[in-house]
């Protein structure tokens, strides 16, 4: 079993930064990419970011260039940094993880945080 425990969410004023962790624990072989998501009210969850073992790093277009997704490997964590943050990004941002929990390509699977909420307002 796989555990994605997410911490850092609050409330934050229009323009400032806020920097979210996520960190996976249980039976990990290896997670080949860690990213985040989010879901507004009445909206679809969307892509935020998304980074592989290998370092591609994938961006929503609606945080490009105001976001940054990096991870530590070693600790099988991932973080988001917000910044310039607007009142658009209000939503409940969900971790996720591709892992596999053994050497076999049968034991991969998607992993989801419980979400944590992140209201920018002034």
């Known amino acids: 079993q796989v555990q994605l425990v997410e911490s850092g969410g609050g409330l934050v004023q229009p323009g400032g930064s806020l920097r979210l962790s996520c960190a996976a624990s249980g039976t990990i072989f290896s997670i080949y990419a860690m990213g985040w998501y989010r879901q507004a009210p009445g909206k679809q969850r969307e892509l935020v970011a998304v980074?592989?073992?290998?370092?591609?790093?994938n961006y929503g277009d609606s945080v490009k260039g105001r976001f940054t997704i990096s991870r530590d490997n070693a600790k099988n964590t991932v973080y988001l940094q917000m910044n310039s943050l607007k009142a658009e990004d209000t939503a409940v941002y969900y971790c996720?993880?591709?892992?596999?929990?053994?050497?076999?390509?049968?034991?991969?699977?998607?992993?989801w945080g419980q979400g944590t909420q992140v209201t920018v307002s002034s």
């Open positions: 980074k592989t073992s290998g370092g591609t790093t």
């Open positions: 996720n993880a591709d892992v596999f929990v053994t050497a076999y390509s049968s034991s991969r699977g998607y992993y």
